[in-house]
């Protein structure tokens, strides 16, 4: 299984930017996804969920200002941000599992509980 992020990049406060995960050997049909972001010196956090039912959920922090989604067509996972902060500045993870448990994947996992991760695409808002 192979995840690869792109999109990151530089922005200003308000602005949007939006990050996709192509994943290769990876059947995303039924499974749970997500993204995360991690500042240096500090642990990975939770960003956004998604099922392939199209359920998705949210951390707080998240609400409101970004969208999950996922083209099946292309095996991709999106992550549309608007209204970016300084504070969303963050390596940006895409992380993807073998649960196909819908309320497992609502009830927002932790990091350890994915097995399969990009590398990370960076994003800075200034």
């Known amino acids: 299984v192979q995840l690869v992020e792109s999109g990151g990049g530089s922005v200003q406060a308000g602005g949007p930017l939006r990050l996709s995960c192509v994943a290769s050997g990876y059947n995303m049909e039924g499974k749970c996804m997500a993204w995360f972001r991690q500042i240096p010196g500090k642990e990975r956090e939770q960003v956004a969920y998604?099922?392939?039912?199209?359920?998705?959920t949210y951390a707080d922090s998240a609400k409101g200002r970004f969208t999950i989604s996922q083209d099946k067509s292309k095996n991709m996972l999106n992550l549309q941000m608007n209204g970016l902060k300084p504070e969303d500045t963050a390596m940006y993870y895409c992380?993807?599992?073998?649960?196909?448990?819908?309320?497992?994947?609502?009830?927002?996992?932790?990091?350890?509980?994915?097995?399969?991760w990009g590398q990370g695409t960076q994003v800075t808002v200034s």
């Open positions: 998604i099922v392939t039912d199209g359920t998705t």
């Open positions: 992380a993807a599992t073998t649960n196909q448990v819908t309320s497992w994947c609502l009830s927002h996992p932790k990091p350890t509980d994915f097995a399969y």
